[in-house]
């Protein structure tokens, strides 16, 4: 991927390796024209070929350059949205473990609204409600058996 580097200075120069292990020489983009491709950018991220050669002609630069620009402005501009909605869900993660973490707690310090002691769980109150009926079973046949 052929990735076009931006800079504010005018006559900025660098040199790439090339395919063949040469290193060829490119020129960075001048404020004016990072200017105006972003501009360009905020009303239409997705060029087509004639308004590619239009804003080349403009700008004295191939419409392949154009294209490697907005290709690369996209992905930088998709990078910085997904960085942004990842510290969002981040900070929405932390929040709901700090609430689950509150509700853990106040789970652990619940008491019995009848008796004040603790509550019992599913088995727990399925074990003690079994051990309850036995017992006014028990109960049941002793009162029987007095009156």
């Known amino acids: 991927m052929d990735l076009m580097m931006e800079s504010s200075s005018d006559d900025e120069h660098g040199e790439a390796q090339g395919d063949n292990g040469k ?22 991220p997705h060029p087509d070929e004639k308004q ?3 804003l080349g ?11 490697f620009w907005f290709q690369n402005k996209r992905t930088q501009t998709k990078a910085e949205h997904d960085r942004a909605n990842n510290a969002a869900l981040r ?7 700090c609430e689950n973490l509150t509700f853990r707690e ?7 609204p009848s008796c004040g002691g603790l509550p019992f ?19 049941k046949q002793e009162a029987t058996f007095y009156f």
């Open 57 to 67: 002609e403009e700008l004295g630069l191939e419409p392949k350059q154009i294209k």
């Open 91 to 97: 900070a929405e993660n932390e929040r709901i473990q």
């Open 121 to 139: 769980g599913e088995e727990e109150r399925q074990r003690s409600l079994q051990a309850l009926k036995l017992q006014n079973a028990h109960l």
């Open 106 to 112: 106040a789970l652990k310090n619940v008491i019995c």
């Open 52 to 54: 590619r050669r239009e």
């Open 23 to 44: 290193k060829t020489k490119y020129q960075r983009h001048t404020s004016h024209q990072i200017h105006v491709l972003q501009a360009f950018f905020k009303e239409c």
